[in-house]
């Protein structure tokens, strides 16, 4: 259980990080074109 949780680590490259924090940042970027307005009372609730 061990190994494959370690091999599974091991196969992430580079593109994979990448990819995460540009999904992570157009999210923030829609949260923070969002805040303030009536829409984030619909996304909250």
Do not use: E, H, K, P
């Not at 680590?9 to 540009?22: E, G, P, W």
């Not at 999904?23 to 949260?31: E, K, S, T």
């Amino acid at each position: 259980m061990d190994t494959s949780l370690l091999t599974l680590f091991i196969s992430i490259r580079i593109l994979d990080i990448i990819d995460i924090l540009l999904v992570a940042l157009l999210l923030y970027q829609i949260y923070m074109l969002i805040r303030g307005t009536v829409a984030i009372n619909i996304f909250v609730r």
